[in-house]
């Protein structure tokens, strides 16, 4: 299916934000995989304790199944360099502009009149404690956005299909995110 999007609108639009690469891909050929998930249960201490972490995004099949029910997906990065990249907390703070600009993105997108679906990094801390820890509904389901992993989805097989920078070695960050769009 070819992509609706202007392009060349897009392209003037995301020229205004520090996006260090972009591609607009085809989502049908994202494959998902367990073990990314594995990696979730075994080593993240948020695992089980936010809505936008397995197991509550559901099985890996939903998971791949919601990917797939948009066509189109502008994965791309935005680089931060920190002073130390082994320091965990300054690593850390850096991904919150790189939230912003993910916001902004799916926010572009909404206003051409798609539906978008985000995918970013990390997973939402949007409020100091998540509902899903009271057994409540999520408190901002169109804001918080689950990490890549826990959909399944291989960031290094994406952006060695699309040619792109994985790192950049020194004390250089990239951060990736994938707005999904119909
Ligand atoms: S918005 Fe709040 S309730 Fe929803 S996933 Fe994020 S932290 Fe949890």
Not at 3 to 29: A, C, H
């Amino acid at each position: 299916m070819e992509v609706s999007l202007n392009l060349e609108k897009f392209e003037e639009f995301i020229s205004q934000y520090p996006i260090f690469e972009y591609r607009i891909i085809k989502t049908n050929e994202i494959e998902t995989e367990e073990r990314v998930r594995i990696i979730c249960e075994k080593e993240c201490v948020r695992y089980n304790s936010t809505w936008a972490c397995p197991p509550a995004v559901g099985t890996l099949e939903e998971c791949e199944e919601r990917i797939h029910s948009y066509p189109h997906a502008v994965f791309f990065s935005s680089v931060a360099e920190v002073s130390d990249v082994l320091n965990l907390e300054e690593t850390l703070s850096t991904r919150l502009a790189h939230e912003e600009l993910t916001t902004a993105v799916s926010d572009y997108l909404r206003s051409q009149g798609y539906e978008t679906f985000t995918l970013s990094t990390e997973s939402c801390d949007i409020c100091i404690e998540c509902a899903y820890k009271q057994g409540r509904p999520c408190v901002h389901p169109d804001r918080m956005h689950p990490c890549l992993e826990s959909h399944g989805v291989v960031v290094s097989q994406i952006v060695e299909a699309q040619q792109m920078e994985f790192q950049l070695g020194g004390n250089t960050i990239l951060w990736f995110s994938m707005v999904l769009f119909r």
